[in-house]
C-alpha cells in the first residue's frame, strides 16, 4: 500500500515536473518568436545608418548592437539563418521607421531598400536657384560645381541653349549619393515629356514657332500671376499681343534681363533700357524662358483663354483687372496703381 502511495506520488511529481517543463519551454519559444514582430527601439539618433561594402552578417549585427538598434545579436542571426539571407545583406544607406520590427528590418536589410531622400524644385525660380537647391543638400553627390552651364547640357543630352526652365519643378526622391547630374537630367526628362504632351494637344491657333516658346511663355506667365486660375487668362492676352506684333510689355521679363541689379524697383530707363529680355523694347518673345514654370502654367501657354483683352494691371489683391482698351486699361491704372 505504501509503495502504491509512492509510485503514485512520484508519478505526479513527474507529471508537474513534465507539465513546468512544458510550460517553460513554451514561454521559451514565445519570447525567442514574438521578439521579431515585436517593434525594436528606434530613435532620431539611430535611425538612419550605413553599411560598408563586405562587412558579413556578424560585423552588421555586431553595428545594430553598437546603434542600439538590436538588443542582442543571437535571435537576429537565428532568424536570419533561418531565412536564408545571411549572406543576402546589403550595403547602403538605410533609415528605419520607429515601428520597424526585426522582420521588417531583415527584409529591408535584404532587399536593399536604401533610404529615399528628398529634393524640391520649387515653380517660378531660375536654374540658379535650383543650382543652390542641389549644393545645400547634403545627400547629394555634388558634381555640377566643376562644370559649366554648357557642359551640364551637353552631359543631361538637352536640346537647348541655356538651362533656364528646362526642369520641371517637382519633388525628387534618390537615393544617397546619387550625383546632381542624374537629379537634373531626371528633371528636364520630366519636363520634356509634359512639353512634349501639351504640345501634341495645343489650341492649333497659336502663334509659336515651336513647343520652346510655348515653354518661354509659360516662365513669364508663372511669374505674372499670384492665382492660378488666372494663367489661362494672361495667357490670353499674351497671345494677343503676340498676333499684332505688339510689344508683351512684361515686368518679370525685365527684372529677369537686370538681374542683380534688380533692388525691388524698376524705374523708366530700366523698362528703356535695350536689351534682349526688355520686352517693352523688343517685341516678340525672349530668347529663353526667365523662369521654372509650374504644370498650371504650361497647361496654359498651350491652351490660353480665348479673350478680347490686350492688358491688365494688379489690383493690389494678388488678382488682375483684365480691359480690352488702353483707355479702359488707363482708367485701371488709376484706380488700381495711383491712389
Known amino acids: 500500500m505504501i509503495l502504491i502511495k509512492f509510485l503514485n506520488l512520484s508519478s505526479s511529481i513527474n507529471v508537474i515536473k513534465k507539465r513546468k517543463f512544458f510550460i517553460t519551454f513554451l514561454m521559451l ?7 521579431f514582430f515585436i517593434p525594436l527601439n528606434i530613435s532620431e539618433e539611430n535611425a538612419a545608418f550605413e553599411i560598408d561594402p563586405g562587412k558579413n552578417l556578424g560585423q552588421i549585427t555586431d553595428q545594430l548592437i ?8 543571437f535571435r537576429f542571426k537565428f532568424f536570419t539563418y533561418i531565412f536564408g539571407k545571411t549572406e543576402s545583406l546589403k550595403r547602403g544607406h538605410y533609415k528605419l521607421e520607429k515601428s520597424i520590427t526585426p522582420y521588417e528590418l531583415l527584409k529591408i536589410l535584404s532587399d536593399g531598400r536604401e533610404a529615399l531622400y528628398s529634393i524640391r524644385f520649387i515653380e517660378g525660380k531660375t536654374f540658379s ?14 558634381q555640377i560645381i566643376s562644370y559649366k552651364e554648357k557642359d551640364i547640357l551637353r552631359i543631361i543630352s538637352a536640346d537647348e541653349l541655356t538651362a533656364e526652365g528646362i526642369f520641371f519643378p517637382d519633388s525628387y526622391y534618390f537615393y544617397k549619393n546619387t550625383s546632381d547630374l542624374e537629379i537634373l537630367k531626371n528633371s528636364y526628362k520630366v519636363m520634356k515629356g509634359k512639353v512634349q504632351h501639351l504640345w501634341d494637344n495645343r489650341d ?8 520652346y516658346e510655348a515653354l518661354i511663355m509659360a516662365s513669364i506667365i508663372e511669374k505674372e500671376i499670384s492665382i492660378k486660375a488666372e494663367a489661362t487668362m494672361v495667357a ?21 534681363g537686370m538681374r542683380h541689379r534688380y533692388n525691388g524697383n524698376i524705374s523708366k530707363s530700366d523698362l528703356r533700357e535695350k536689351n534682349k529680355y ?3 523694347t523688343r517685341r516678340g ?53 495711383r491712389k
Open 236 to 256: 490670353g492676352v499674351f497671345v494677343n499681343r503676340l498676333n499684332i506684333n505688339m510689344p508683351l510689355q512684361s515686368d518679370p521679363t525685365v527684372i529677369y
Open 129 to 142: 536657384d535650383l543650382i543652390v537647391e542641389l549644393k545645400s543638400n547634403k545627400h547629394i553627390k555634388h
Open 204 to 211: 492649333l491657333d497659336l502663334p509659336y514657332k515651336n513647343m
Open 29 to 35: 519559444l514565445i519570447w525567442f518568436f514574438s521578439y
Open 278 to 280: 526688355n520686352t517693352y
Open 285 to 337: 518673345l525672349p530668347p529663353s524662358p526667365i523662369s521654372t514654370p509650374s504644370l498650371n502654367s504650361l497647361i496654359a501657354a498651350f491652351n490660353p483663354e480665348k479673350t478680347d483683352a490686350l492688358y491688365f494691371v494688379a489690383k493690389g489683391d494678388r488678382t488682375h483687372h483684365f480691359s480690352k482698351t488702353l483707355s479702359e486699361h488707363n482708367a485701371a491704372v488709376r484706380k488700381y496703381q
Open 66 to 73: 553598437e546603434m542600439r538598434v538590436l538588443k542582442d545579436s
